[in-house]
């Protein structure tokens, strides 16, 4: 059974600097998908970035950036040059070949100090 | 274009009554998702539609819970002779199903509050 673990409910990052969200999983599946997802006060889930296990570099999109290690099986989302409007809850979610469905972690919420 | 769309954004209702939730996908989004987010469990799955069937409904947590999607479009979550642990935000989801990633987009969200 695939399973998402996200060890940091909390975290607090000063305006303008980099954060590293903390993502590890589990699935016996070799081909697979990892996502991270942000979900504001409002309650709307954002898609931020994917990441799929045959992917040879990590993915970016922006200031978003995913620290790929396989072998660990982690996928830390990493936001450079934090904004006050970060500030919201991050999901690590993974697809496997064998559901559609996504699996989510327990969320991470992230709390940017100006 | 437009985004997935949810209502009611808001719905509260007594024990013991039924309640219908309604999904409107993104157009041309052939992938249609129900999760439901409380604050016990987290995120969880109920069921994934492909077109207007259902390959997937694992995760309805009970027969007091169905759904169905017409004409490939708009998706009706039901829960019938709701009870107190029925509360949460009720996420739906679509996607195209066209490409590797697959993304899922969600909705704002119904929630549900049972007295």
């Known amino acids: 059974a695939q399973k998402i673990t996200q060890t940091q409910p909390g975290m607090f990052v000063q305006e303008k600097e980099a954060v590293t969200l903390d993502c590890t999983y589990d699935?016996?599946?070799?081909?697979?998908?990892l996502f991270w997802y942000k979900q504001p006060s409002s309650g709307e889930m954002i898609f931020l970035i994917y990441?799929?296990?045959?992917?040879?570099q990590n993915a970016t999109e922006g200031r978003y950036s995913l620290n790929f290690q396989k072998a660990r099986k982690s996928a830390n989302l990493v936001i450079s040059a934090s904004q006050l409007g970060d500030s919201a809850m991050y999901f690590c979610a993974m697809r496997d070949t064998g559901r559609r469905a996504l699996t989510f972690g327990s969320g991470t919420r992230l709390q940017v100090q100006p | 274009g437009a985004g997935v769309s949810q209502s009611p954004s808001n719905k509260v209702t007594e024990k013991g009554k039924d309640v219908e939730l309604r999904c409107d996908p993104i157009s041309g989004h052939t992938a249609l998702y129900w999760y439901r987010q409380s604050l016990g469990q987290g995120l969880e799955f109920l069921i994934y539609?492909?077109?207007?069937?259902?390959?997937?409904k694992s995760g309805l947590p009970s027969d007091r819970f169905s759904a169905e999607r017409t004409g490939g479009s708009v998706s009706t979550l039901t829960i019938q002779r709701t009870q107190q642990e029925d509360s949460a935000v009720y996420l739906c989801a679509s996607s195209s199903n066209r490409r590797e990633t697959d993304t899922q987009y969600f909705g704002p969200g119904t929630r549900l509050t049972v007295l």
């Open positions: 699935t016996s599946d070799p081909s697979y998908g």
């Open positions: 539609f492909q077109g207007n069937s259902a390959p997937d």
């Open positions: 990441q799929g296990s045959y992917d040879q």
